[in-house]
C-alpha cells in the first residue's frame, strides 16, 4: 500500500485518548496486503504530527471524555464555543424578530408574513423556538430551499437543468443523507437518480476551441466534497501548503481523466477506458511518477491491463447513446470510495460546509481550504461534528437541526455590550449571512406581496448572483444589485398600489397603523417608536402625495441593508 | 468520366520517398514545365531551386535578391523563366536555367507591400499579382513594364488564370471572388465564397487561400475555411467547386474537424483530379486526392504542417512543402548548442504510378 | 481651445465625494471649470490599454525585417530619426516623438491565466496576499480626482459590471467599475418619472435604515452598501458621459470597429479625470496565422492608439497622463508549423508616454534576430517601480498598510529604470 501523501485526520482514534488505551480503534483493514503495524505505524505518525493532537493536550480531557458526548450535540456545541471565549462576553440571545427571520431564510428560503411574525410573537410557549425549527424543517419549502442552496453551492452559478434541480429537491424530501447524494453526484449514472449527472456533465462540456478543464473539474471533486481545494498542487506540490501534495492532484484526476460528455442534452456521462497510471512530473523536480486513481490519503487503485476490446462487460452502443459498463470505471469506484466514513475528509468537509451553511463561515474557512496551518477556529468541535455527522450516517436534517437548536445558532447578530468589535470566528456574535438571488427574490415577493415572472428571477440573478466559479459565501454589495434595487422598472412596479399588494394594504390604513404593518411586512419585526415617529411624521408631510410616500418608505426598507442580509 | 473511388486509388496510390530537410522554411513550392527543376520560396528572402531530375534532388545556388519572405513563386509555361514575389513588394523575372542566375528584370515597388498571390497566363502573356496593398498589377513578363492595375478593395490572397487566357479570378480576404474581363480590366461578376471569412472580435479571419481551375475551364475550386474562431485560429478545411458557366459555387471538400485549417494550395493533377493540402493546428495537415464529383477525396495522408504542393507535369511525382512536426511550444526551447532553435521545413516526397 | 462635449450647459454640480471613507460627509460642489483651468489641473492619471493575448513585438515595436525569424513585414521609420516600427504601426510611428519604447522586457510567465494577473499585478514578492491591480493599486495612491466617477474604470467588450477582486487585498473599493462594450451598467438611469428630489428623498430614508441597523453591528457591510449606492448615483449624475455622442470626425479618425469605440469613451473618461482607465483588447494569442492576425490587429490598435496620443496632447494632458499599452508576453521569433508564433516573455516590447516618461526614446534592446535581449533584461517589477515614479510615487519609500502588514507597492527587488524617466 503506497503511503498517504496527505495526513487524515483519523476521526475513529482523534478524541483525545492515546493509542493503547481501551477505545483506541482502527479502522478495518480494506486492502489486500493491508498491514496491521503498517497502519499502527502510519495512523500513529499521524496523530502525533496533526495539529489535532496538539490541541488534544491543551484543552482538558474532561471535556473530551467520550461520556461528556453523552450530552446531545446541540450543547456540545455551545460547550465548545463558549469555552473557547474563555470568558468573552457572549451577544444575547436573539429576539424572537431577529431568530424568526433567520429561521425562515435559513429553512424556507424567504421570510415569514406580517400574521406569521405577529402570531410568533404572540407565542408564550417556552418551547416555541425549537418548535419553530420543526416546523419548518417539515415544511414543504424545506426542500426547495435547499435545494437552492445546494444548487448554488455545487454548481457555482455554471449552469441550470431542470432534472438536476428536480433531483437535489427529491433528495431533500426523501432527506437522502449526504454519502448517497454524494455516491449519486459522482456517479453520474444515465440510469439511476436522473439529474445528479448534471455535476459532472455541466464541467465536463467544452466551449469553442477549449478543451475539457479537467483541471477544474479536479478542482471542484476537491474544493467541494473534500474541503480542498488543490488549483496549485496540479504541476508541483503546493508550495505554501505542505499537506498539500501534486499526488493529490494527480490522484483525483485519474479518477475523472477519461469521463467525458456522452450527450450534452440528457446531461449524460459516459467514460473511455482507463489503460494505465497516469503519468506526471512535477515541473520543479523532474521525476517521473505514475498514480492511479487516488484520493488525497487514501489508497491507490490501480488500473488493471486490459486488451482492447475486453474493457467493457457491456459494451457502449453509440446508436442509442448507452454509455455500457466498462470493468473498471474509476467514476463507480470515485463515487464508492469519497464517500465512505473512514474518509475524514469526507466528513470534516461535509460537517463543515452545513455548520457554514447555518453560522455564515465555516470553522475551517475558506471552506476548501483545510490544512494544517490554516487551523479551525473550534478544532475539537469540528471533529465532534464531524465524527457524529458520519456516525448519524450524513443525515444532514439531523445535522442542521443540532446546529440550530445551539444558542450559537440563535445569538443575535448585534455585539454584546460594550463590545464594537467581535472576530467572525469566535461565534460570540452571530455572523451576518449573505442570501441568495433566489433567497432575495423570494422574500422580495413576501415583502411586498407581489408575484414575479421567470424574467425578473434572471434579473436578480444578474444582480446579486456571483460569476460563474465564485463562491457566494461572503456579502458583497454590487453596484448591479444597487441600481437594480434603485431603478429597475420591475421593483418600481411593486411600489405602486395594484392586486392586494402591500403598498395598497397600507395605504387602506390609518397613518398610525402603517409603521407596524410595513416593517412587519418587510422586516419581519416591529418598528421602534423612533421609527414609528418617523414613518408618522414622514406621512403627514406627504400627505398630498400619500400613495407616493407610501411607496418611498416601502422602499426604503425593501433596500435597505438590513432586508439585503440574513442576520 | 468518374471513376470508382477504388480504381482511382488502385491507379494513383502514391508511394513515400524518403523525404529531405530544408533548413529554412519555406512557403511556395513549384515544379518547372519540364518538370527538371524544382523551385520554393523562403521565409528567408531567398528561392531555392534543384535539380529534380537528380536522385535524390540536388540542390542549385540560391536566388538572391528578395526582401522578406519570398512568399509566392511562378514558373513561365516557356520554361526559361521563373518569377517570383515577395512579402515587400517585389517581384523579379529569373533565367532560373543559368547556374548563377541573376534577374532578367526585378520591379522592388510592383506592391506596396506584402504580394500575396502569384500568376501567369497560360499563353505566357500576362503577370498577375495580388498584394496587401489590395490592388492586382498586371505585368508584361518581358520587361517587368506595369501593363495595368486593377482594384479589388481588399487584400487578394490568391489569383488564378482561366485557361482561355480571357478572365482572371481574384481571391479576397473577405471571401468575394471577382471574376475580372482581361480586356476590358473590369469585374464582369462576383462568386460568392464569404463563408470563408469570419470577423471574430476585432479580427478579420480567413479568406480565399487558394484558387484552381480545371485544365477545361469548366470548374473554379476555391480553398479556405469555414474559421471558427480567430487568436490562434481555428477553422473547417474547405474547397468550393464553382461552375464557371452558371457561377454557382458548392462544397467540394470539408473537413471533419475545425483543427483542420486552411486549404493552402491546390494543383491539378493531369489524371484528371483535384490534389489539395490542408493545414491547421500544429502538427494537422492532409494530402489528399478528390475527383470533381465525388463527396470525398479517394486518397488521404496526414502530414504534420504542410504549406505548398508541387505536381510533376506528367503527375509522376509529388513534392510537399511542410514545416517540422514539434514546431511550436511556449517559451524558451533551446537547442543543442544553446542556440534558439527555427523550425525547417521537409520536403515530403511521393511517386505516383503512371 | 477645443469644445470639450462634457460641458453641459445646466447647472453641472460636481459634487465631490470621499470614496474612502475619510473626511465622511464632507461633500462641496465646484461649477464645471473652464476647459483652459482643467488643462492645469495637477491629478495625475493613467489610461492602460492591454492588448490581451500577447501583441508580437516582431510586428509592432520591435522588427527585426529580413532576419530568420523576421516574419514578411517591413520596418518603417518614425518621427524619431534611428527609430524603426514595423509597417504595421504607421500612425503611431507618426507619435513617437511622445512615446517610449521598452524592448527589453523579460518576464517569468508563459501561460495566460496566470501571466495575466501577473502582469497587471506587478507580480511583486509573494507575501500571502492578493496584490490589486495596477488599476487598484494607482486608485488607492492617487485617490480619486474630480470626477466623481469611480476611481478606475475598465472599458472592454462583452459583459461589464464592477470587478471586485482587481482590488486585491487593498479591498472591493479598488476594484474596477467595468462598462461592458463601453456601455453605462444596466438600470443606470432613474425613470424619467422620478424627480430627482425623490431620488434623494428615498435615499435618505434607506441611509437612515441602514444607520440604525449597523449601530450595533459590524460597519463593512453598510460601508460596502454607502459606496455602491453612493457610486450608482454618481453614475447617475455623469450620465452625460454615456449618452453623449462624439464628433463624426473622431470616429473617423479612431476607428468605429470595437478598440476604436472604447479608446474614444476612454479619452471621454480621462477628460473627465478619472484617474485609471484601462481598455481591454481580446483576440491578440495568434498561435495560428499569425502574420495575417496580427496584420489585422495591429493596424486597428494603431490607429486609435495614434489618435488618443495626439489628442491627449493637443489638450496638454500627456503632462498629467500616463500611457501604457501592452499584452502578458510576446510572441516566438520561431515560426510554427500553423505559421504562428507561441507565447514568448524572454524579450519583448510595451510603448510607454506621458507623465514622467521620456519622449522619443528606445529603451533596452533585443539581439539581431529578436531572439533574446541583449541589454539589461527588466520585469514588469522594474515597470512598476518606473511607472509610481512617472505618477510621484517613490515605490521605494511607500508602502501599503494591510491591516497592520507593510506590504511593499513594488517587488522590492527590482527598481525604477532611470532612462525612462524625465
Not at chain 2, 542549385?60 to 519570398?70: D, I
Request: net charge neutral; hydrophobic share 40%; with cysteine.
Amino acid at each position: 500500500m503506497s503511503k498517504p501523501s496527505t495526513s487524515r485526520t483519523n476521526l475513529q482514534t482523534d478524541t483525545g485518548r492515546l493509542p493503547g488505551t481501551p477505545n483506541f480503534v482502527l479502522p478495518s483493514p480494506t486492502v489486500a496486503g493491508y498491514s496491521y503495524l503498517t497502519c499502527l505505524k502510519t495512523r500513529l505518525a499521524h496523530f502525533a504530527d496533526s495539529t489535532m493532537s496538539r490541541w488534544f493536550s491543551l484543552v482538558a480531557l474532561v471535556v473530551l471524555n467520550a461520556s461528556a458526548f453523552a450530552e446531545p450535540i446541540q450543547t456540545a456545541i455551545d460547550t465548545l464555543v463558549d469555552s473557547k471565549a474563555s470568558g468573552a462576553k457572549l451577544s444575547k440571545p436573539a429576539d424572537d424578530a431577529e431568530l424568526l427571520r433567520r429561521a425562515y431564510l435559513d429553512f424556507s428560503g424567504t421570510i415569514p408574513s406580517a400574521e406569521q411574525a405577529r402570531a410568533f410573537f404572540a407565542d408564550k410557549s417556552p418551547d416555541k423556538r425549537a418548535k419553530l425549527i420543526e416546523q419548518l424543517l417539515a415544511s414543504p419549502t424545506y426542500p426547495k430551499r435547499m435545494a437552492e442552496m445546494f444548487h448554488v453551492m455545487l454548481m457555482e452559478r455554471l449552469g441550470d437543468y431542470p432534472e438536476w434541480s428536480a433531483y437535489l429537491k427529491t433528495c431533500f424530501e426523501q432527506n437522502k443523507h449526504w454519502d448517497a447524494m454524494t455516491r449519486e453526484i459522482l456517479r453520474a449514472s444515465s440510469t439511476d437518480a436522473k439529474g445528479a449527472s448534471f455535476f459532472l456533465s455541466k464541467r465536463l462540456e467544452n466551449y469553442g476551441q477549449n478543451s475539457v478543464d479537467y483541471s477544474a473539474l479536479t478542482r471542484d471533486i476537491g474544493r467541494l466534497f473534500l474541503g480542498k481545494n488543490l488549483q496549485c498542487a496540479e504541476c508541483h506540490d503546493h508550495l505554501f501548503i505542505k499537506d498539500y501534495k501534486q499526488q493529490d492532484f494527480k490522484g483525483i484526476h485519474a479518477f475523472v481523466q477519461n469521463a467525458y460528455l456522452a450527450d450534452a442534452k440528457t446531461a449524460a456521462v459516459a467514460e473511455r477506458p482507463t489503460s494505465g497510471k497516469l503519468d506526471y512530473m512535477s515541473v520543479f523536480k523532474k521525476v517521473p511518477k505514475q498514480t492511479g486513481p487516488s484520493l488525497p490519503g487514501g489508497k491507490e487503485f490501480e488500473p488493471p491491463t486490459l486488451k482492447k476490446g475486453e474493457e467493457y462487460t457491456i459494451k457502449p452502443d453509440p446508436k442509442t447513446k448507452t454509455p455500457g459498463q466498462l470493468k473498471f470505471s474509476p467514476l463507480a469506484i470515485l463515487a464508492e470510495e469519497l464517500p465512505k466514513k473512514d474518509n475524514s475528509d469526507f466528513a470534516l468537509n461535509g460537517a463543515n460546509r452545513i455548520w457554514f451553511l447555518l453560522m455564515g463561515r465555516g470553522i475551517v474557512h475558506p471552506l476548501d481550504l483545510h490544512h494544517k496551518e490554516n487551523a479551525a477556529s473550534h478544532p475539537e468541535l469540528l471533529v465532534l461534528l464531524a465524527k457524529e455527522f458520519a456516525a448519524h450516517d450524513f443525515d444532514i436534517k439531523w445535522l442542521l437541526k443540532q446546529i440550530a437548536l445551539s444558542q450559537a445558532y440563535q445569538r443575535s447578530s448585534e455585539f454584546p455590550e460594550g463590545e464594537t468589535k467581535v472576530s467572525p470566528e469566535s461565534f460570540r456574535t452571530a455572523i451576518e449571512k449573505r442570501l441568495s438571488a433566489e433567497q432575495l427574490l423570494a422574500a422580495m415577493q413576501q415583502a411586498m406581496g407581489v408575484k414575479a415572472e421567470a424574467a425578473i428571477l434572471t434579473k436578480v440573478n444578474k444582480a446579486f448572483a456571483n460569476a460563474p466559479r465564485e463562491p457566494e459565501d461572503e456579502i458583497n454589495p454590487s453596484l448591479k444589485a444597487a441600481l437594480f434595487l434603485l431603478n429597475d422598472p420591475a421593483v418600481l412596479a411593486w411600489l405602486v398600489p395594484s392586486n392586494g399588494n402591500l403598498v395598497e394594504r397600507l395605504g387602506k390604513l390609518t397613518d398610525d397603523k402603517i409603521a407596524d404593518e410595513l416593517y412587519l411586512s418587510v422586516l419581519t419585526r416591529l418598528p421602534a417608536s423612533d421609527e414609528r415617529g418617523l414613518v408618522e411624521s414622514y406621512l403627514k408631510k406627504h400627505a398630498g402625495q400619500r400613495e407616493k410616500a407610501i411607496g418611498r418608505l416601502a422602499w426604503s426598507l425593501l433596500a435597505s441593508a438590513e432586508f439585503g442580509v440574513n442576520h | 468520366m468518374p471513376t470508382d473511388p477504388k480504381t482511382l486509388l488502385a491507379k494513383y496510390q502514391p508511394k513515400a520517398v524518403k523525404p529531405f530537410n530544408l533548413d529554412h522554411q519555406l512557403c511556395a513550392l513549384r515544379y518547372s514545365p519540364d518538370g527538371k527543376t524544382l523551385a520554393a520560396g523562403s521565409f528567408e528572402a531567398s528561392v531555392r531551386r534543384w535539380d529534380a531530375s537528380a536522385n535524390p534532388f540536388a540542390e542549385q545556388s540560391a536566388l538572391k535578391g528578395h526582401n522578406g519572405w519570398v512568399q509566392r513563386i511562378a514558373f513561365h509555361p516557356d520554361g526559361k523563366r521563373l518569377i517570383s514575389a515577395d512579402s515587400w513588394g517585389q517581384v523579379t523575372c529569373w533565367p532560373f536555367n543559368e547556374k548563377d542566375a541573376k534577374p532578367t528584370w526585378s520591379v522592388a515597388d510592383a506592391h506596396d507591400g506584402w504580394v500575396y498571390s502569384l500568376a501567369i497566363s497560360k499563353d505566357g502573356k500576362l503577370i498577375a499579382s495580388g498584394g496587401r496593398d489590395k490592388t492586382i498589377r498586371l505585368t508584361n513578363p518581358d520587361d517587368g513594364k506595369k501593363l495595368n492595375v486593377l482594384n479589388v478593395g481588399e487584400h487578394v490572397l490568391a489569383l488564378a488564370f482561366h485557361p482561355d487566357g480571357k478572365s482572371l479570378v481574384s481571391g479576397d480576404l473577405k471571401g468575394t471572388i471577382k471574376h475580372w474581363d482581361l480586356a476590358t480590366g473590369k469585374v464582369v461578376r462576383e462568386l460568392d465564397a464569404k463563408v470563408m471569412f469570419l470577423r471574430d472580435r476585432i479580427q478579420d479571419v480567413g479568406g480565399v487561400r487558394s484558387l484552381e481551375f480545371s485544365p477545361d475551364g469548366a470548374t473554379l475550386f476555391a480553398g479556405g475555411s469555414l474559421p471558427k474562431s480567430g487568436g490562434f485560429v481555428q477553422g473547417i478545411s474547405l474547397i468550393l467547386s464553382f461552375d464557371w458557366a452558371s457561377g454557382k459555387g458548392t462544397p467540394f471538400y470539408k473537413g471533419a474537424t475545425d483543427n483542420e485549417g486552411y486549404v493552402y494550395d491546390m494543383a491539378w493533377h493531369p489524371g484528371g483530379f483535384l490534389i489539395a493540402i490542408t493545414s491547421g493546428q500544429p502538427g494537422q495537415g492532409k494530402l489528399f486526392f478528390q475527383q470533381p464529383g465525388d463527396a470525398l477525396p479517394f486518397y488521404t495522408v496526414a502530414i504534420p504542417n504542410p504549406h505548398s504542393l508541387a505536381v510533376h507535369p506528367e503527375g509522376k511525382r509529388l513534392v510537399v512543402a511542410a514545416t517540422n512536426a514539434n514546431s511550436s511550444g511556449n517559451g524558451r526551447a533551446v537547442g543543442k548548442n544553446k542556440e534558439y532553435p527555427g523550425n525547417f521545413s521537409p520536403l515530403h516526397v511521393f511517386d505516383l504510378p503512371v | 481651445m477645443l469644445h470639450s462635449n462634457l460641458c453641459t450647459p445646466i447647472d453641472h454640480q460636481l459634487s465631490r465625494r470621499q470614496w474612502f471613507g475619510t473626511a465622511a460627509g464632507a461633500a462641496f460642489t465646484v461649477a464645471a471649470p473652464a476647459f483652459a483651468e482643467t488643462v492645469k489641473k495637477k491629478h495625475k492619471q493613467v489610461l492602460f490599454v492591454w492588448l490581451d493575448g500577447g501583441m508580437s513585438q516582431l510586428e509592432s515595436w520591435d522588427p527585426k525585417p529580413n532576419t530568420q525569424f523576421g516574419g514578411p513585414f517591413r520596418a518603417i521609420q518614425t518621427s524619431v530619426p534611428g527609430i524603426h516600427v514595423s509597417e504595421l504601426l504607421p500612425k503611431s510611428a507618426k507619435m513617437m516623438h511622445h512615446l517610449a519604447l521598452v524592448r527589453s522586457l523579460c518576464t517569468q510567465d508563459n501561460s495566460h491565466s496566470a501571466g495575466v494577473e501577473r502582469i497587471q499585478r506587478g507580480d511583486p514578492k509573494n507575501r500571502g496576499v492578493t496584490y490589486p491591480f495596477f488599476g487598484g493599486a494607482v486608485s488607492k495612491l492617487l485617490g480619486n480626482g474630480d470626477s466623481g466617477l469611480p476611481p478606475y474604470i475598465w472599458i472592454k467588450p462583452m459583459n461589464g459590471g464592477f470587478i471586485p477582486k482587481d482590488g486585491g487585498f487593498l479591498g472591493p473599493k479598488f476594484g474596477a467599475l467595468a462598462l461592458g462594450d463601453g456601455k453605462p451598467p444596466e438600470n443606470l438611469l432613474r425613470p424619467a418619472t422620478m424627480s430627482v428630489e425623490e431620488d434623494l428623498d428615498r435615499n435618505e430614508l434607506r441611509n437612515l435604515v441602514d444607520k440604525k441597523y449597523a449601530d450595533r453591528r459590524r460597519k463593512e457591510n453598510i460601508e460596502a452598501t454607502k459606496y455602491v449606492f453612493d457610486m450608482a448615483a454618481q453614475l447617475q449624475k455623469r450620465r452625460d458621459l454615456f449618452e453623449a455622442p462624439f464628433a463624426a470626425k473622431d470616429q473617423e479618425r479612431y476607428g468605429t470597429h470595437d478598440l476604436g469605440r472604447h479608446m474614444l469613451l476612454a479619452r471621454r473618461m480621462l477628460e473627465a479625470d478619472v484617474t485609471f482607465v484601462k481598455v481591454n483588447s481580446y483576440g491578440w494569442d495568434t498561435h495560428g496565422d499569425n502574420f495575417n492576425g496580427q496584420g489585422s490587429l495591429v493596424p486597428q490598435f494603431d490607429r486609435p492608439f495614434a489618435a488618443m496620443i495626439e489628442d491627449l496632447h493637443e489638450r496638454g494632458m500627456l503632462d498629467n497622463v500616463l500611457v501604457i499599452a501592452m499584452s502578458e508576453f510576446g510572441r516566438t521569433p520561431r515560426i510554427n508549423g500553423h505559421i504562428g508564433r507561441d507565447h514568448w516573455p524572454e524579450a519583448w516590447s510595451l510603448v510607454t508616454a506621458g507623465t514622467g516618461i521620456q519622449k522619443g526614446v528606445v529603451v533596452g534592446k533585443t539581439n539581431d534576430k529578436g531572439t533574446f535581449v541583449a541589454s539589461e533584461e527588466h520585469d514588469i517589477g522594474h515597470m512598476f517601480h518606473t511607472w509610481f515614479k512617472a505618477l510621484g510615487i517613490d515605490a521605494k519609500a511607500t508602502e501599503y498598510d494591510n491591516e497592520g502588514q507593510p506590504l511593499p507597492i513594488a517587488h522590492e527587488g527590482f527598481k525604477a529604470v532611470k532612462e525612462l524617466l524625465v
